[in-house]
């Protein structure tokens, strides 16, 4: 499952795919049923008379975020707003079969080839369910859209504060099914890491790198349910649109160095895993949501902290 050439692959090209990782059966399935526990529990909340339990877990997801216009969305990510104000009832999912996957054993042997053994949770982390282009309304908010549509050109390390810029920031991308080129799946720039951090733009209409910045070779990443996709924080990627009738689903987390900043001080890290003081390691799921509850009373209706890089009025962005 893990070979030493996806060090090399990672150095040279900025990603890397692992395949068969996480068995779909024992470590992702779980994480379907919890989903749709929380999706029958919104259901009930948001469209009691129109809601249909007799579908799959995504395909309800598709339905609740299609008659919803996204606003659902929140309730089923798994951290705290960046762009929408937050509340002292902002909404997340902190269930524990998701803090089970960040702390699966493959998946931290996985991170531990990519920046060792003392592995930190990074909190810049979401859940994501891709619907088809065709569903999304144009009621949807920009936040919602951001993370929910087609993804713009980005490089990870901007979405973080420049304390970070020296983290061993590692990106994991992982389908819950199968991520296709018809269903939205990654695109990537092999290489672009080698640029350093180029400039992005954010405006109502676009956030991202102007694609006049983008070179000619783009790649998609199609992938399977158990696979993983490496990214390095400079890589330059983005994500097709979704065009099939089904929707795309995955998770989008990060991992760090214990140690080192996160880029998000804010919210809240814990330590996955660390070799030398396994005792500080969080193995408890409530503690981890706790933190982030915490973290949300702390931050509730108050000013959200800003790190934007670049102005937005730079002709660039033009």
Same mark, same amino acid.
């Given at each position: ?9 990672? %150095? ?55 008659? %919803? ?19 002292? &009832? ?35 982390? $979401? ?18 859209? %951001? ?6 050109? $980005? ?24 991520? %296709? ?63 099939? &009738? ?5 998770? &989008? ?23 030398? $003081? ?41």
């Amino acid at each position: 499952m893990l070979s030493s050439n996806l060090l090399d692959e990672f %150095t040279d090209q900025g990603y890397a795919i692992a395949r068969n990782v996480l068995d779909p059966d024992t470590v992702l399935r779980p994480v379907i049923d919890e989903y749709g526990s929380v999706v029958d529990r919104l259901g009930k909340q948001w469209i009691p008379d129109e809601y249909d339990r007799d579908t799959s877990p995504v395909e309800r997801m598709l339905q609740l975020m299609r008659e %919803t216009h996204g606003a659902c969305f929140q309730a089923m990510d798994i951290t705290l707003p960046l762009e929408d104000d937050i509340l002292p &009832d902002t909404p997340m999912h902190l269930g524990p079969a998701v803090f089970r996957l960040l702390r699966n054993e493959a998946l931290l042997d996985a991170v531990e080839m990519f920046i060792g053994p003392e592995i930190l949770s990074n909190p810049v982390q $979401h859940m994501r369910i891709k619907p088809p282009q065709r569903s999304i309304s144009a009621k949807n908010k920009a936040h919602t859209l %951001t993370l929910t549509g087609k993804t713009s050109w $980005h490089q990870d390390l901007a979405v973080v504060t420049e304390d970070a810029d020296r983290t061993g920031l590692v990106g994991v991308w992982l389908p819950l099914n199968e991520a %296709t080129v018809e269903n939205g799946c990654l695109l990537v720039v092999p290489g672009s890491h080698r640029l350093g951090l180029v400039h992005h733009c954010d405006t109502p209409a676009f956030q991202g790198i102007p694609e006049h910045l983008i070179g000619e070779r783009k790649v998609p990443l199609p992938v399977s349910p158990g696979d993983i996709i490496f990214l390095h924080p400079l890589l330059m990627h983005a994500s097709l649109p979704n065009v099939s &009738d089904g929707g795309r689903w995955s998770f &989008d987390l990060r991992y760090s160095p214990v140690g080192q900043p996160t880029g998000r001080r804010w919210y809240p890290e814990f330590v996955a895993r660390s070799r030398d $003081h396994p005792e500080t390691e969080l193995t408890d799921p409530d503690r981890w949501a706790d933190s982030w509850r915490s973290a949300r009373r702390a931050l509730a209706r108050k000013p959200r902290p800003a790190f934007a890089r670049w102005d937005p009025a730079d002709p660039l962005c033009a």
